[in-house]
């Protein structure tokens, strides 16, 4: 009996983020069939002029999925008393908004009412990973497309909710390996899920603020985690300190952080990862020994990488396909 209601109050906990919605590869294909290369087109004019995008929309969709489903509650505006998500504590380095209102506009202009921002946003962030890889940052002014991409499932609806209160539930740099799991396990998404989808952080960039903890009173007793590389750091101290642990202080994630690649991975195992969720990875055998597969073979990071995203991507929740992506109908 009591198992019964375990089981069923996760099938509910679940069906509030997953069921009820089917996602599919070409659901636009008679509605929308250029959805794709007009959100492909916005996305790469604005990367062109701002290398930072692609990170930003990448980390955008997470944070959208991760609340009420990808219901792209993250893009509503706060307004009368409700603060929205985009105005909530972790919102430091979402930004690059107008990516996805700029996509939407054409998305609008080729066919009204149709697409829901949900979708864009999922399909914008494809779209920075394919173009953070290497290959295809080459391969842009040779041809059309190139590098390691994958078929986005869609169909999602918009949300109607949006709360800053809510972005509690997001994962904090600050998180042990089994706050990381459950954080994930919540979301339907496993270990697997969890280390591959970490490896996000190969592209961007962090404020001071995002890992001071470690950096200055670590604890009572010692002032710098002792699990970070001395090198690095001195080195965050100092990057930190010299701007005076300004607000727009902090470093890439990675040193190759435009640059979508297994990195990330070498650098958990060299102590040189950034966050305490970072270097968390290597404390359950099974997740280290995932991180040590990444580390050493990019193919397989990209392929997990894969699977995981569109795990992650159809954790659905909306109701509507909004006209404007930061107001509901
Ligand atoms: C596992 C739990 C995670 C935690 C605790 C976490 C935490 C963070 C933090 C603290 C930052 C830096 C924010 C700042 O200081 O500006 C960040 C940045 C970033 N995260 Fe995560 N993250 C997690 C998972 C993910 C996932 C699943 C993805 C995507 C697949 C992702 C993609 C990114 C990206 C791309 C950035 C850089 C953003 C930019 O440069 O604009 N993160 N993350
Ligand atoms: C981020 O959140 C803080 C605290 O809720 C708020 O004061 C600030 O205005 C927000 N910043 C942005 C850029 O929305
Ligand atoms: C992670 O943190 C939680 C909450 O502080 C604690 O209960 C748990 O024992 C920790 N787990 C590990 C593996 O450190
Ligand atoms: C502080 O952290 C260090 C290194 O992890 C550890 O050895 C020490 O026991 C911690 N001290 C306290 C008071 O928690």
Known sequence: MAAMSALLTSLLILSNFSLGTSLSSNYYAKTCPNVESVIRKAVRDAATRDKKVPAALLRMHFHDCFIRGCDASVLLDSKGKNTAEKDGPPNVSLHAFYVIDNAKKAVEAACPGIVSCADILALAARDAVVLGSKRSMFLMFLVQSGGPSWDVPKGRKDGRTSKASETIQLPAPTFNISQLQQSFAHRGLSLEDLVALSGGHTLGFSHCS?????????????????????????????????????????????????????TYYKLIFQQKALFSSDKALLDFPKSKNLAMKFASSKDAFTKAFIKSMIKMSSITGGQEVRKDCKVVN
Request: proline fraction near 8%; include cysteine.
């Open 210 to 262: 995002s890992f001071k903890n470690r950096i200055h009173n670590f604890n009572s007793t010692t002032d710098v985690d002792p699990s970070i590389h001395p090198s690095f750091a001195a080195s965050l101290r100092s990057t930190c300190l010299a701007k005076n642990n300004a607000k727009n202080a902090g470093v890439p994630m990675d040193p190759s952080s435009t640059s979508f690649d297994n």
